[in-house]
């Protein structure tokens, strides 16, 4: 079988570094491409056309694929439907530019579990409208699966996906570690078939309580499982990035490395 998943990096993984400096460990370590951390360190919602062309050009340079603009997007949140709309194309005419169909975006500011109808109605409504903009740019919106968000379940994602009925809104899947690695392979096979970006980090514990920090691990030592992660996205011939998102150890650049080979071991595991 012919393995078809990539392997990224997202920038944030090196936030304490110019974005011109991990382009290049980037490069050093032969990644297939690289998520765009959407703040000003990297490049954030303001900046100018010049710059974006700077940043265009390094990319094309190092031979590198932007997998995603990973924005800030965030719908539904304290009684907004959008952090406004302006910023909203902004993102999307970044992300366009950055040469990515992909747009990380955020749903909500609290856990599904607490969310009302109003709520709800809220997030189906701008995201609604969200989508029918963002297919005038050709860009998918990937809602990521976090805590403290109305996405933070398959359940809850799975049903904003239900009732927008967009064929762009996808999900950016991540492991929760709130949830035993059985249960959370249930979870990814639940929202498989939407998912268009994956980040990879893992943790040395599950969390025993709510928001709860949690000390970063190597991919291959943590609680999540990524060989089952890999298999189950390769079932369905998941042919998009999975990007190490976060590194550990004081060493980050041979962190990364490990990880990345691991990755790889995990990928051609799989016939």
Same mark, same amino acid.
């Given at each position: 079988?012919?393995?078809?998943?990539?392997? *990224?990096?997202?920038?944030?993984?090196?936030?304490?570094?110019?974005?011109?400096?991990?382009?290049?460990?980037?490069?050093?370590?032969?990644?297939?491409?690289?998520?765009?951390?959407?703040? =000003?360190?990297?490049? *954030?919602?303001?900046?100018?056309?010049?710059?974006?062309?700077?940043?265009?050009? &390094?990319?094309?340079?190092?031979?590198?694929?932007? @997998?995603?603009?990973?924005?800030?997007?965030? !719908?539904?949140?304290?009684?907004?439907?959008?952090?406004? %709309?302006?910023?909203?194309?902004?993102?999307?005419?970044?992300?366009?530019? #950055?040469?990515?169909?992909? &747009?990380?975006?955020?749903?909500?500011?609290? =856990?599904?579990?607490?969310?009302?109808?109003?709520?709800? %109605?809220?997030?189906?409504? @701008?995201?609604?409208?969200?989508?029918?903009?963002?297919?005038?740019?050709?860009?998918?919106?990937? &809602?990521? &699966?976090?805590?403290?968000? !109305?996405?933070?379940?398959?359940?809850?994602?799975?049903?904003?996906?239900?009732?927008?009925?967009?064929?762009?809104?996808?999900?950016?899947?991540? =492991?929760?570690?709130?949830?035993?690695?059985?249960?959370?392979?249930?979870?990814?096979?639940?929202?498989?078939?939407?998912?268009?970006?994956?980040?990879?980090?893992?943790?040395?514990?599950?969390?025993?309580?709510?928001?709860?920090?949690? %000390?970063?691990?190597?991919?291959?030592?943590?609680?999540?499982?990524?060989?089952?992660?890999?298999?189950?996205?390769?079932?369905?011939?998941?042919?998009?990035?999975?990007?190490?998102?976060?590194?550990? *150890? =004081?060493?980050? #650049?041979?962190?990364?490395?490990?990880?990345?080979?691991?990755?790889?071991?995990?990928?051609?595991?799989?016939?």
């Amino acid at each position: 079988m012919v393995c078809k998943m990539k392997i *990224g990096l997202c920038t944030i993984a090196f936030r304490d570094h110019s974005l011109k400096d991990v382009i290049e460990i980037a490069k050093t370590v032969a990644v297939d491409g690289i998520e765009i951390w959407g703040q =000003p360190a990297h490049v *954030g919602p303001d900046i100018d056309q010049t710059e974006l062309e700077i940043v265009k050009h &390094m990319i094309e340079q190092a031979n590198l694929r932007v @997998s995603a603009y990973g924005s800030y997007i965030r !719908f539904a949140a304290n009684d907004r439907e959008v952090n406004s %709309e302006s910023d909203f194309k902004k993102a999307l005419a970044i992300t366009k530019a #950055l040469g990515t169909d992909i &747009m990380r975006i955020w749903v909500g500011s609290k =856990p599904s579990e607490d969310m009302n109808q109003q709520d709800w %109605e809220l997030a189906t409504n @701008s995201l609604t409208k969200a989508c029918v903009e963002a297919d005038k740019y050709g860009i998918y919106l990937a &809602m990521e &699966m976090h805590d403290s968000c !109305f996405t933070d379940t398959e359940t809850a994602t799975l049903r904003l996906i239900n009732e927008v009925k967009a064929d762009n809104l996808k999900v950016n899947y991540q =492991p929760s570690f709130r949830l035993a690695p059985d249960r959370e392979l249930k979870s990814l096979q639940a929202v498989r078939e939407f998912t268009i970006n994956v980040h990879a980090q893992n943790r040395i514990r599950l969390a025993s309580k709510p928001g709860e920090k949690l %000390e970063l691990a190597r991919l291959a030592e943590g609680v999540a499982d990524y060989r089952a992660i890999v298999e189950e996205l390769q079932s369905i011939d998941y042919s998009k990035f999975i990007s190490i998102e976060f590194v550990q *150890g =004081p060493d980050q #650049l041979d962190a990364l490395r490990q990880d990345i080979e691991y990755l790889r071991k995990c990928i051609h595991s799989y016939r």
